[in-house]
């Protein structure tokens, strides 16, 4: 898991709840959001994210994946 250097919380539940990277976020649906990478390998890219915090693909749920 990625950690907030000033939080030592995940960097994504902080973008969720409106921290530092909320701004970044361009997208939210009911199971998921979508955020710019602030720094992009590429131009464009962007990381969708489920709301639900979990460790692994395979601890989500079926409509977290549909």
């Given at each position: 898991m ?5 939080t030592?919380s995940?960097?994504f ?10 701004p970044l976020v361009?997208?939210?649906a ?8 602030k720094f992009?390998?590429?131009n464009?890219h ?5 709301n639900?915090?979990?460790g692994?693909?395979?601890?989500c749920?079926?409509d977290?994946?549909?």
């Open positions: 990625s950690t907030s250097a000033s030592g995940c960097v539940c902080d973008a969720l709840a409106g921290a530092d990277a909320a361009v997208h939210r009911t199971h998921c959001y979508v955020i710019l990478n992009p390998y590429s464009g962007l990381m969708v994210v489920f639900r915090h979990v692994r693909l395979a601890d749920r079926g977290e994946l549909n």
